[in-house]
């Protein structure tokens, strides 16, 4: 029989796996809904914006949420409402029903994070906490690779609409199997009534050191924010070193395989040589890796999408983890809420902002922007070690 901790493991790594499967499976829409509608860059990032937006509106109330009504209900709720959007954006009309439609899909999603995580923080509270959220991340990626790869496929064959509505009819049976999993699992579920309303007066975010607190969130801001515009852009960039639209799903399927591979070892390097350290050089190899992918010829940037996804999304193992190190147990879903609200607000201006600039300056030159700003979290990383001074193994 799976020890009760790896089994809540295993059901957040489930749900981790079709939520990142969802957001990442528009990345292989979007140049086809580009061409087919007639879409500048700009409201391409706008629909991506819209996406995770609405993730990112969502992270704090769900965190506060979970506190009177737990992790599980809510977590099967999302889940329904965001496979519920894309069975709807199958039929949409044009780009603002489907703009609305990515917004509401989106708040669904916005569950997904800080309450897996919570619940993965909890199930590990005695031990092997970062190696276990590592493992998290990494189911994630797996999603990435496995839908991405299988929508650029799907789109292929049957086309965009059709993907879509299969993809969110699979997210509705999922839901409950999350809600009837979890329940037998005794997980996530309402606190007592009376601690419930303690938490209410007591109040306050559970933030014990404020400043490594606020210099994690600006690296997760920035690190998220890159990578989504990175990742936006990326599919135009190649077919104008021309990849065919089915490519593209395998392409980014390569990314997604670097960074499953990224945010597992990651999270592993991090318990082993440090934070900081493991940080820096993911940031640093982003950065070289995204300008090797823009000035390449297409054969060697294929070849470079697999080590950049590692770089690209290993950082975010580590950033997750040293969360739970920074926040009082107690307070834990709302900590990771605020978090996370501020790290997907950021991911989804990025696109946006971005898309803007690429209408202006082209997407190879956008993209190679976005290397640059990268390097903006390497001083901030300066600013948090004091806050993870002690051997991320203590």
């Known amino acids: 029989m799976i020890p009760r901790a790896r089994a809540v493991l295993l059901a957040a790594c489930a749900v981790h796996f079709l939520h990142d499967g969802f957001a990442d499976l528009l990345y292989v829409f979007f140049p086809i809904l580009a061409a087919e509608l007639s879409l500048s860059l700009w409201q391409v990032g706008l629909m991506r914006t819209a996406y995770t937006g609405g993730m990112a509106l969502f992270q704090l109330p769900a965190g506060l949420l979970a506190e009177r009504w737990g992790e599980r209900r809510l977590l099967a709720a999302g889940t329904a409402v965001t496979a519920a959007g894309f069975v709807a954006a199958g039929a949409a009309g044009g780009f603002a029903a489907l703009l609305g439609l990515l917004l509401l899909a989106g708040l669904g999603s916005g569950v997904q994070h800080p309450l897996s995580s919570t619940l993965v923080s909890t199930a590990y509270e005695g031990g092997a906490r970062r190696t276990a959220l590592g493992t998290y991340n990494f189911s994630g990626d797996l999603g990435k690779v496995a839908i991405a790869a299988a929508a650029g496929v799907a789109v292929a064959l049957v086309g965009w609409r059709t993907t879509a509505t299969a993809v969110g009819l699979l997210g509705l049976a999922a839901a409950v199997v999350v809600g009837i999993g979890l329940a037998g699992l005794g997980a996530g579920g309402a606190p007592p009534a009376r601690a419930a309303r303690a938490d209410a007066v007591r109040g306050g975010w559970g933030v014990r050191d404020a400043r490594g607190f606020q210099a994690l969130s600006a690296i997760g801001m920035i690190d998220n924010s890159t990578r989504t515009a990175l990742l936006t852009f990326l599919p135009f960039v190649l077919m104008a070193k021309g990849l065919g639209a089915a490519g593209v799903g395998g392409a980014l399927a390569l990314v997604f395989a670097g960074g499953a591979a990224g945010k597992f070892v990651c999270g592993l390097a991090a318990e082993r040589v440090g934070i ?68 997907m607000g950021a991911s989804a201006l990025g696109p946006t902002v971005y898309g803007v600039l690429g209408d202006a300056v082209g997407a190879r030159a956008t993209v190679a922007v976005v290397a640059l700003v990268v390097l903006l979290t390497l001083p901030l990383c300066l600013a948090l070690r004091p806050s993870v001074a002690a051997p991320a193994s203590a």
Request: proline fraction near 4%; charged fraction near 10%.
């Open 276 to 343: 900081i350290r493991t940080v820096l050089l993911t940031e640093a190899a982003t950065c070289v890796g995204i300008l090797a992918v823009l000035f390449s010829p297409l054969p060697v940037a294929l070849a470079c999408l697999l080590p950049l996804g590692i770089a690209l999304n290993g950082t975010s193992s580590v950033l997750y983890a040293t969360v739970a190190d920074l926040v009082t147990a107690d307070r834990r879903s709302r900590a990771y809420g605020l978090y996370y609200t501020l790290s």
